[in-house]
């Protein structure tokens, strides 16, 4: 096989050949080669690939020569999209290989028959004219899509009420028993994962996967010989998700909603179903409002002793209790019912289990609150046994990679996360030359990130970067609360003071603020979470990334203090040992937006003084591309100047 991936990535191979634009890159070779040993011993490998590189190319080509069964998994469905209607058909029609392919999502992402007739028989929808009209487009566009994704249908907002009663979740599908089962989407795409050479998922698919078979449920996806994971930075994240509990006023009111139809529609209404799941809405309300001041996201002993909470959520108990009492008398007149006492049961058990935790177990007991509802979580604080149990079942090869895995060139850390003993790994750096095309500017005299003031002296330092960049900048912050103030400063100044069109995130979808960020040309768009990665903007428009603080994760969530605690009880350092590898990895990822293709160019602006006076931020800088370096305002002017 390497001779022949040798002349694919050639200048005469086929990928030259057939793919436009394409040119052959060594590191991009290279990688194809190690991952094609690595798929034909079927060993684990874990490689970072520097922004450039055609990582994607590099793995799709090798399995798709592989001729093995494989499962693609990347970090986001938007992501996953590209890959299997983008990426993976322009290889393989260069190739030329006739290989059977799959896309499957999570059962929500499919439109749900069942309970799109039950929703238009029982008319609870019929108050809300928004809802109306989006059932009646769903009701049109059932009847001729052949994949039932939800994603065709885009004219409807994907957060809109609609989609919860029109899909399906794992609680209150009716599997086998659904008189729709022949014809349900969910099934039809499982059969076609199950016929496919290669599979593309995502992660939190993937992990549903894990959580079900180490849960003794059965598998959701089939058997492969070879996972690849993309984006693979985010997997112990996720992971810690799935292999914990979260009980969600989401799910409580589903249950209530569902439950009052189901009476409607298979007891007849005469059960007094509906009276008890309104009275069960009104107690999730009550414990909404009994959260209090304390902080939106926090540690349960922040609840201990707040009496008015704590008699709220006992009331909700008693409520939930009582509704699913009343169910298990009227369960066996219909699979909805049985479907819904069933549910009832386990959310009762899981909130029964939530309630009596006690501490010492390696997992946190958390809260977390929002607009109208909340969540109340039982986390582990480390996911590397089980992932490494789940991965010992499953004789594999595993293929780790992601343009941000390692920390001053070393993957101890993330190996250490999923538990991954001694996997070969490789390291590939970007072709882009950043000696050139790229300059670091950490700004002087700027207060440390704990001043009161701190955001109003970056936006300061920031403004005079502006004019040199003509806008064309993501100034990205470690919290909504910074932006927010960033926003108010930016937005109350003249437009001689500030020209450029202001875009902040929140105010429309990402995709259309990317959109109109890439239309005009000049904008200055602020961000946070979401858009330090998974963003690819590339050309003049984004000159300049401005990021406001090293990301150290807040010390006050609730996870994060207690994985402290436990790797101190483990004799670990948690600041080295974690703390900083997860912020380097964090900021590698912010400062990837800035050079996305070989002719781009710009500045790369860290304002935290911390990253040139502490001395771990040698850790930082040997973690980011070899870029000059300056703390003169007078040297970005020249650097912007050579490109004018």
């Given at each position: 096989?390497?001779?022949?991936?040798n002349?694919?990535?050639?200048?005469?191979?086929?990928?030259?050949?057939?793919?436009?634009?394409?040119?052959?890159?060594?590191?991009?070779?290279?990688?194809?080669?190690?991952?094609?040993?690595?798929?034909?011993k079927?060993?684990d490998?874990?490689?970072?690939?520097?922004?450039?590189?055609?990582?994607?190319?590099?793995?799709?080509?090798?399995?798709?020569?592989?001729?093995?069964?494989?499962?693609?998994?990347?970090?986001?469905?938007?992501l996953?999209?590209?890959?299997?209607?983008?990426?993976l058909?322009?290889?393989?029609?260069?190739?030329g290989?006739?290989?059977?392919?799959a896309?499957?999502?999570?059962?929500?992402?499919?439109?749900?028959?069942?309970?799109?007739d039950?929703t238009?028989?029982?008319?609870?929808?019929?108050?809300d004219?928004?809802?109306?009209?989006?059932?009646?487009?769903?009701?049109?566009?059932?009847?001729r899509?052949?994949?039932?994704?939800?994603?065709?249908?885009?004219?409807?907002?994907?957060?809109?009420?609609?989609?919860?009663?029109?899909t399906s979740?794992?609680?209150?599908?009716l599997g086998?028993?659904?008189?729709?089962?022949?014809?349900?989407?969910?099934?039809?795409?499982?059969?076609?994962?199950?016929d496919?050479?290669?599979?593309?998922?995502?992660?939190?698919?993937?992990?549903?996967d894990?959580?079900?078979?180490?849960?003794?449920?059965g598998?959701?996806?089939?058997?492969?010989?070879?996972?690849?994971?993309?984006e693979?930075?985010?997997?112990?994240?996720?992971?810690?998700?799935?292999?914990?509990?979260?009980?969600?006023?989401?799910?409580?009111?589903?249950?209530?909603?569902?439950?009052?139809?189901?009476?409607v529609?298979?007891?007849?209404?005469?059960?007094?179903?509906?009276?008890?799941?309104?009275?069960?809405e009104?107690?999730?309300?009550?414990?909404?409002?009994?959260?209090?001041?304390?902080?939106?996201?926090?540690?349960?002993?922040?609840?201990e002793k707040?009496?008015d909470?704590?008699?709220?959520?006992?009331?909700?108990?008693?409520?939930?209790?009582?509704?699913?009492?009343?169910?298990?008398?009227?369960?066996?007149?219909?699979?909805?019912?049985e479907?819904?006492?069933?549910?009832?049961?386990?959310?009762?058990?899981?909130?029964?289990?939530?309630?009596?935790?006690?501490?010492?177990?390696?997992?946190?007991?958390?809260?977390?609150?929002?607009?109208?509802?909340?969540?109340?979580?039982?986390?582990?604080?480390?996911?590397?046994?089980?992932?490494?149990?789940?991965?010992?079942?499953?004789?594999?090869?595993?293929?780790?990679?992601?343009?941000?895995l390692?920390?001053?060139?070393?993957?101890?850390?993330?190996?250490?996360?999923?538990?991954?003993?001694?996997?070969?790994?490789?390291?590939?750096?970007?072709?882009?030359?950043?000696?050139?095309?790229?300059?670091?500017?950490?700004?002087?005299?700027?207060?440390?990130?704990?001043?009161?003031?701190?955001?109003?002296?970056v936006?300061?330092?920031?403004?005079?970067?502006l004019?040199?960049?003509?806008?064309?900048s993501?100034?990205?912050?470690?919290?909504?609360?910074?932006?927010?103030?960033?926003?108010?400063?930016?937005?109350?100044?003249?437009?001689?003071?500030?020209?450029?069109?202001?875009?902040?995130?929140?105010q429309q979808?990402?995709?259309?603020?990317l959109?109109?960020?890439?239309?005009?040309?000049?904008?200055?768009?602020?961000?946070?979470?979401?858009?330090?990665?998974?963003?690819?903007?590339?050309?003049?428009?984004?000159?300049?990334?401005?990021?406001?603080?090293?990301?150290?994760?807040?010390?006050?969530?609730?996870?994060?203090?207690?994985?402290?605690?436990?790797?101190?009880?483990?004799?670990?350092?948690?600041?080295?040992?974690?703390?900083?590898?997860?912020?380097?990895?964090?900021?590698?990822?912010?400062a990837?937006r800035?050079?996305r293709?070989?002719s781009?160019?710009?500045?790369?602006?860290?304002?935290?003084?911390?990253?040139?006076?502490?001395?771990?931020?040698?850790?930082?800088?040997?973690?980011?591309?070899?870029?000059p370096?300056?703390?003169?305002?007078?040297?970005v002017?020249?650097?912007?100047?050579?490109?004018?």
């Amino acid at each position: 096989m390497h001779a022949k991936i040798n002349q694919i990535f050639s200048k005469d191979g086929k990928l030259s050949q057939n793919i436009k634009g394409f040119a052959p890159r060594e590191a991009q070779r290279e990688m194809a080669l190690q991952i094609a040993t690595i798929v034909e011993k079927n060993e684990d490998l874990v490689c970072e690939a520097g922004t450039g590189t055609g990582k994607t190319f590099a793995y799709l080509v090798p399995i798709l020569l592989s001729h093995k069964k494989v499962i693609l998994s990347t970090g986001t469905k938007p992501l996953q999209e590209q890959l299997f209607f983008r990426d993976l058909p322009t290889v393989r029609k260069a190739l030329g290989v006739p290989v059977q392919t799959a896309l499957l999502k999570g059962r929500a992402n499919y439109l749900c028959r069942f309970r799109l007739d039950n929703t238009r028989q029982s008319g609870f929808l019929f108050n809300d004219l928004a809802s109306v009209d989006h059932l009646e487009r769903v009701h049109e566009w059932a009847g001729r899509t052949y994949s039932g994704d939800i994603a065709e249908l885009s004219e409807i907002p994907e957060r809109a009420s609609i989609w919860s009663q029109v899909t399906s979740t794992t609680d209150n599908c009716l599997g086998q028993h659904c008189p729709d089962y022949e014809e349900c989407f969910v099934v039809k795409a499982r059969r076609e994962a199950n016929d496919a050479d290669i599979l593309v998922i995502n992660h939190h698919l993937l992990f549903a996967d894990m959580s079900l078979q180490t849960g003794g449920l059965g598998e959701l996806l089939p058997g492969a010989e070879v996972v690849v994971l993309d984006e693979a930075h985010q997997l112990a994240e996720i992971a810690s998700n799935f292999f914990g509990l979260r009980l969600g006023s989401r799910q409580l009111l589903d249950l209530a909603k569902d439950s009052a139809q189901a009476e409607v529609l298979e007891a007849e209404g005469n059960a007094d179903i509906t009276t008890l799941a309104t009275e069960m809405e009104a107690g999730i309300r009550d414990v909404r409002r009994a959260f209090g001041n304390v902080p939106e996201r926090g540690s349960w002993q922040l609840l201990e002793k707040n009496k008015d909470f704590q008699e709220k959520l006992e009331n909700l108990k008693s409520q939930l209790d009582g509704l699913e009492a009343a169910l298990e008398k009227i369960a066996e007149r219909g699979k909805t019912l049985e479907n819904c006492h069933r549910r009832a049961e386990e959310l009762k058990t899981q909130l029964q289990f939530i309630l009596q935790f006690a501490s010492g177990d390696e997992r946190v007991r958390w809260y977390e609150y929002y607009n109208q509802g909340f969540a109340l979580n039982l986390t582990p604080l480390s996911v590397a046994n089980q992932f490494q149990e789940y991965r010992e079942t499953q004789k594999r090869s595993w293929i780790f990679t992601s343009a941000t895995l390692s920390v001053a060139e070393d993957f101890q850390h993330f190996c250490a996360q999923l538990g991954l003993e001694n996997p070969h790994s490789q390291r590939w750096e970007s072709p882009f030359d950043f000696r050139h095309t790229a300059l670091m500017y950490v700004p002087q005299d700027l207060p440390q990130p704990s001043q009161a003031d701190y955001t109003e002296k970056v936006i300061q330092a920031a403004l005079p970067v502006l004019k040199l960049s003509e806008g064309r900048s993501f100034l990205l912050f470690t919290s909504y609360r910074a932006l927010q103030i960033a926003e108010d400063i930016l937005s109350d100044m003249s437009k001689q003071d500030f020209p450029w069109p202001l875009l902040v995130q929140g105010q429309q979808p990402r995709a259309e603020l990317l959109s109109q960020f890439r239309t005009l040309g000049n904008a200055v768009l602020l961000g946070t979470g979401s858009f330090w990665e998974g963003v690819d903007v590339r050309g003049d428009a984004l000159s300049c990334v401005i990021i406001d603080k090293l990301p150290f994760a807040s010390p006050g969530d609730p996870v994060l203090e207690a994985r402290i605690q436990y790797l101190r009880e483990q004799g670990a350092n948690p600041f080295f040992d974690y703390q900083l590898p997860q912020a380097v990895i964090a900021l590698k990822q912010g400062a990837g937006r800035l050079i996305r293709d070989v002719s781009d160019r710009g500045l790369l602006m860290i304002c935290d003084p911390r990253l040139v006076e502490k001395s771990y931020g040698r850790t930082f800088l040997d973690s980011l591309p070899g870029m000059p370096k300056t703390r003169y305002l007078d040297v970005v002017k020249r650097f912007f100047a050579q490109f004018k």
